[in-house]
């Protein structure tokens, strides 16, 4: 099962590249140690989701329904993908996912005219914050897994998953002109 983790990741991480890859691009530091660093602190975050989501995945294992939330789980993503209007993964901004997107908003600006040396893996932390249905599913999944420690490896894995594509995006991206980019992030989701 970890293995979807990290395949899912990486199949996703084309969303990302449309959702994140302006926050990528303005990720202060030239060097790939600054792009790790951002990668590194959005997986943190993740993991710190999967361990919080672990709890509510242990208490129903203990309880004996793991098999049952994993079905539910399993089907409750297949009908938000099938039958919502979110099928690219785009949430509203609303309620409890509007004051995270704002809280994120405020932190990250300054962070990116930082010239410190932790503000990419900070960026990175942030980042991970932000509303993302991707995250979400991810998520869902990570509940099934039964336990703390299982659902946080199931978000490290998620996590490690996107970076290559976000990593490679943000070596060559550069290259590329705005127009084009901007073209890019329309197309990807």
Same mark, same amino acid.
């Given at each position: 099962?970890?293995?979807s ?8 991480s ?7 890859g ?7 530091g030239k060097?790939?140690?600054?792009k790790?660093l951002?990668?590194i ?8 989701m999967?361990l ?6 242990? +208490?129903?294992? %203990?309880?004996?329904?793991q098999?049952?939330?994993?079905v539910?789980? *399993?089907? &409750?993503m $297949?009908l #938000?993908?099938l039958?919502t209007k979110?099928?690219?993964f785009?949430l509203p901004?609303?309620g409890?996912?509007?004051?995270i997107w704002?809280?994120?908003k405020?932190k990250l ?16 932390l942030i980042?991970g ?7 979400y599913?991810?998520i ?5 897994m +039964?336990?703390? %420690?299982e659902?946080?490896?199931?978000m490290i894995?998620?996590?490690? *998953?996107? &970076?290559? $594509?976000? #990593?490679?995006l943000?070596?060559?991206?550069n290259f590329l ?5 901007t073209?890019?992030n329309?197309v990807?989701?």
């Amino acid at each position: 099962m970890y293995w979807s983790a990290f395949v899912f990741g990486l199949l996703g991480s084309f969303h990302c590249v449309g959702m994140c890859g302006p926050i990528v691009l303005a990720v202060p530091g030239k060097s790939i140690f600054s792009k790790l660093l951002y990668n590194i602190g959005r997986t943190i975050t993740y993991a710190i989701m999967g361990l919080i989501i672990g709890i509510i995945g242990e +208490g129903f294992s %203990l309880a004996g329904y793991q098999q049952s939330l994993s079905v539910i789980v *399993g089907a &409750a993503m $297949l009908l #938000i993908i099938l039958f919502t209007k979110y099928k690219h993964f785009d949430l509203p901004l609303s309620g409890a996912v509007s004051k995270i997107w704002i809280f994120s908003k405020n932190k990250l600006t300054p962070l990116f005219k930082s010239e410190s040396a932790i503000a990419p893996l900070l960026i990175g932390l942030i980042n991970g914050l932000l509303p993302c249905g991707l995250v979400y599913a991810a998520i869902f999944a990570a509940v099934a897994m +039964g336990g703390m %420690l299982e659902s946080s490896l199931y978000m490290i894995l998620f996590g490690l *998953g996107t &970076a290559p $594509l976000l #990593i490679a995006l943000s070596i060559f991206g550069n290259f590329l002109s705005p127009t084009i980019r901007t073209k890019f992030n329309k197309v990807v989701p």
